[in-house]
């Protein structure tokens, strides 16, 4: 659970980090977890976003990512239902009731791992109250050589931004210069949470280490869907704590008698189902 200080710091800026949500073993056996996985399907496309390249300067960078990975290791379904951070994604999104939208494991390779440059994740699945959000367990840590994750303190408040197509949704430099983003270090084991409003990018990785996370994409289930983007993702609308008092109106925005999201294209480019 997030105490009052935490939850004013969430309410001011939109994102809170919370130390150790996984112990320094779990985060290691998670961490050697998802290597395992990303060599077992052994995909070799490439999720990074077109814009990335003028975030690197310019560079050529590598991202490896497996999404719906709860469907490859138990592991993963077992944290997808852990009341350490269910209870905290209930918080920020003000409900205990806490429903799946989608899942990605990323590995930024060392030397050259790619960044995502500066967006927000409301335009690849706008909702109608922005009871949205997502958490990043950091699995090997993040420091900024690493590519950390960098936020704009309470820049959810200016709601929905106007955001740039070409290369996957980003925010033009000019109206959201980069710097403006804060670096979000991070140890093995913790989590960061972000309202899908809240602006952030992330650096490359330079280190002679794999940056290795886990983003958990949630939701109220009782807050709409105002398009079908991203409908197709394993598993959506599965609850992850409490209840759907809905009773499955909104699994999925293509979905709307409440069947399986199941059984859409097998999604892989970050271009179209980012975020
Ligand atoms: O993993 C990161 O560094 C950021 C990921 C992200 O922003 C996204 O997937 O939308």
Redesign the pocket.
Known sequence: MLNAEQMADYERDGFVLVKGVLTPEEAAALRQEAHDVLARINDTSDPTWGSAREAAGGRQTRLQHCHDTQFHSAAFSRLLVDRRWTEVAGQTIGTPNVQLHHT?L?V?PPENGSP?PM?Q?HPFFPHTHHRMG?V?FFLDGASEEK?C?RVVPGSYKQGPQEHLEEGSYHLSAETWPPEQAVPVPCEPGDAIFFSYLTV???GVNTSSEART?W?IQYRDPADPPLTDQHTHSLGQGMILAGIDPTGRKHAAAGDATGGPAMGGPAMGV?GTM??
Do not use: Y
């Open positions: 990605k990323f930024k995502f967006h994740d997502a990043i590519g994750l952030h990018s992330s996370t983003l970050m980012g975020g």
